[in-house]
Structures are given as C-alpha cells and as structure tokens.
C-alpha cells in the first residue's frame, strides 16, 4: 500500500480521481456483530458508508454461523462487536466473523470491541488462577486479526497480551464535555476513585478540570462484595463525581456514593466508561442517591435506560469512526486520546 494512494470515497473529503499509476487504496467494509448494531450503524452513518451485509445465525445446538454477503476482496474491513449480552457467544461470532473475512481474501482485518471481554482476568492473582484476557488476545490473533481498536480497557498493560497493533481509546475527552456541559457547579468538584486501582484514571480527569480528586480504599471479602470503604481526601461541600471503568453489579458505586453524602458531599454522581449492570444494578441505581448515573455506548443501554432514568449515555460512536477514519487513511489516531472529534 503506497503512501500516496487515493483515500477511499465517502470518508475523507478529497474524491478527486488519482492519476493511473497510483494504487488504489482498498475500500473500507464495516460489519457488525449481533452484541451492538445500533452502534455499528452511527459508525457507519458518521463515515457516510453502507453497513457490510452479513448474516448471523444459530444452529439449534447453539453453535453460530455466519455468512458475509459481499465480497471482502482485498478490501480493509472493520467487525463492530461489543463484549456483552451473552460474552461468550458474542465473542465466538466475532472469531468466526474475523476468520471468514480473512479467508476470503481480505486485506486487512481489524475488530473494533469497544468493550474488551475478560479483560478483568488480566492478572495470576492467586493461585491456578487464569489470565484469560491473554486467552482472548491470542484467539484474536489466530483467528486472523490484523489490528484491535478498543475502548478504557481495564488494565491498559492487556495491549501487550497482543503481538498486533492494538489502539486503546480513552473515553475521558468524551466525559469531560459531559462534565462541563452538565454539572453546572463542576468548577467545585471533587473527582472520586471507588478503588485504588483507578487514582491514575482520576488524577488525568481532575488534572484537566482543575479539581481535587479523592479516592475511596476498599477491602473485598469475595468478589462482587464489598467489606469496609475508607475515604482518602476531602469532599465536603463539594460536588462528588465518582469515575471509573465500569460499573457491573453497582454495589461499590453505591456504597461508595453513601459514604461520599456521610463526608458531607452535597451531590453525587457516577461517571463510567462501560455500564455492564448486571444482576441487582438496575434496582441498587434507582435506590441510590446518585443525580445521574453516566456510561458511555459501549454496551447498549437503550433498555436500562427506560428502567432507570438515573441511566444517561454518552454516545462515543464518533470517536470509533473517527479511528476507524484515521486507521484505514494512514493518519494518526492520538488526537483522540485528549479530544472529542468535531
């Protein structure tokens, strides 16, 4: 692929016919799995591109199918598929959707997972305990994936689980505008960690807003259970945003909401990057003292919302086309770690 070659029509605005020595760039093919089509098609609405058609079946043992109803011939595809509903199942597709591209010629492969599945288990931290976002890295892989674009990944060290390029997006441009946009008295915020492991997460947003931020020390007895909270800073009188990765089933956003208000914060809020809510979430958020509960579209939230008006979303499909844009243009992707696209 020469450098000087014709971007492809429809996502950049230079169409002009290239002279006939050039080689002409591969045109760009974005399909989607079934974990998020609603997200696939702003991606492709913002490029100005059709949605790749494919089908995607079940047998009735529960193995998928899939078949790609276009040719994929030398051109540069995109599979859209999030880690969620149904993880395991949703992440076979998308090893099957990779491996049908990739032998039938495609030029290049790249899986947009704006939710990383398993990224959770990305450390031996006991013993015989698995590194399974490894094991996803290396299906990935084999499976034919040329480049992975993804979103806040848990623990961003789980780009080296990959011998590929791998672009990690920050949602923290996006809840910044969010920030300013909705909090009216965010220039007296404090920005609250619910753990230890997210205080680097927290410093960048408070750093940029110009705030203090706090974090809250937690010690688990098990996992999704939550033994004592310690508040480390100062919040009183000030307005609490609680930042982090992703909320599941909400028990520590919430605990931890009670002993922000306890500390004398005269609102709370939650800001994550990917709103999971399973099991109790829905009902914990309702009965939570939280003025909004804010996730971004990695995962639909379309339902969630309609049960729990707390649940607002902050649509981060144009940072995805836009690296996708950018990706299959030969440009440069770090603008998006610090900005929101126009």
């Given at each position: 692929m020469q450098c000087n070659s014709k971007p492809a029509e429809g996502i950049s605005g230079n169409n002009h016919e290239g002279k006939e020595n050039k080689v002409k760039m591969p045109n760009i093919k974005v399909f989607s799995g079934t974990s998020h089509p609603d997200l696939a098609q702003k991606i492709c609405d913002?490029?100005?591109?059709?949605?790749?058609?494919?089908?995607?079946?079940?047998?009735?043992?529960?193995e998928c199918s899939v078949e790609i109803g276009e040719s994929v011939r030398g051109e540069d595809v995109y599979i859209v598929q999030s880690g969620c509903?149904?993880?395991?199942?949703?992440?076979?597709?998308?090893?099957?959707?990779?491996?049908?591209?990739k032998i039938a010629s495609a030029l290049r492969v790249t899986a947009v997972i704006p939710?990383?599945?398993y990224a959770r288990q990305d450390k031996k931290d006991k013993s015989r305990a698995p590194i399974s976002a490894k094991l996803v890295a290396n299906m990935l892989s084999t499976a034919g994936?040329?480049?992975?674009?993804?979103?806040?990944?848990h623990a961003s060290q789980i780009q080296g689980f990959f011998d590929i390029p791998v672009d990690?997006?920050?949602a923290e441009p996006a809840v910044l505008k969010w920030i300013k946009e909705n909090i009216p008295e965010w220039r007296n915020?404090?920005?609250v960690s619910p753990d230890a492991g997210g205080a680097k997460r927290v410093t960048s947003i408070a750093d940029r807003l110009n705030v203090d931020f706090a974090l809250i020390h937690k010690e688990r007895?098990?996992?999704?259970?939550?033994?004592?909270?310690v508040l480390v800073g100062d919040v009183k009188d000030k307005v609490a945003i609680l930042v982090d990765d992703m909320a599941d089933t909400c028990g520590t956003v919430c605990h931890a909401a009670e002993k922000l208000v306890e500390a004398g914060a005269r609102k709370a809020y939650s800001v994550c990057t990917h709103g999971i809510f399973s099991g109790p979430a829905v009902t914990r958020i309702n009965n939570s003292i939280f003025e909004a509960v804010v996730v971004t579209n990695t995962i639909p939230q379309e339902e969630r919302m309609k049960l729990a008006p707390k649940i607002q979303s902050i649509d981060i499909s144009i940072m995805l086309a836009e690296a996708i844009r950018r990706t299959h243009n030969g440009e440069s992707v770090s603008y998006l770690f610090s900005h929101v696209p126009l």
């Open positions: 913002r490029l100005g591109i059709e949605q790749g058609k494919v089908v995607t079946k079940k047998f009735a043992n529960g509903k149904e993880v395991n199942d949703m992440l076979m597709e998308l090893l099957i959707m990779i491996n049908a591209c939710c990383f599945p994936a040329d480049h992975i674009i993804t979103m806040d990944l990690n997006l920050y915020s404090t920005i007895k098990k996992a999704n259970e939550v033994a004592s909270m």
